[in-house]
């Protein structure tokens, strides 16, 4: 069963950064395409990153620019650094292959002053 356990959220100022960490338990983690998510109280689940097997990677623009999504094949794992934080960043964020998979627990990241 495919395990997915996301981590590196807290609690930043305005302008600060975050890594995001998402470890995969899967066989073939290379051929995945995954994606990160984050959702706000109230808020619909948005889609903030995602990366192709081969590396692609597309964003919205609510984070272009600011955010990256990597992967390290030999970790089974994904990451999203956050540069430029905003408190309208502010939310759970998940990671899941994509466009299809289960859900972790998620990790929070509150941007505050």
């Known amino acids: 069963q495919l395990h997915v356990v996301e981590s590196g959220g807290g609690l930043v100022q305005p302008g600060g950064s975050l890594r995001l960490s998402c470890a995969v338990s899967?066989?073939?983690?290379?051929?995945?395409?995954m994606a990160w998510y984050r959702q706000s109280p109230g808020k619909q689940r948005d889609l903030v990153a995602v990366i192709t097997s081969g590396g692609s990677t597309n964003y919205p623009n609510s984070v272009k620019g600011r955010f990256t999504i990597s992967r390290d094949n030999a970790k089974n794992t994904v990451y999203l650094q956050m540069n430029s934080l905003k408190p309208e960043d502010t939310a759970v964020y998940y990671c899941?292959?994509?466009?299809?998979?289960?859900w972790g627990q998620g990790t929070q990241v509150t941007v505050s002053s």
């Open positions: 899967r066989i073939r983690f290379s051929g995945l395409a």
């Open positions: 899941r292959i994509y466009p299809q998979g289960a």
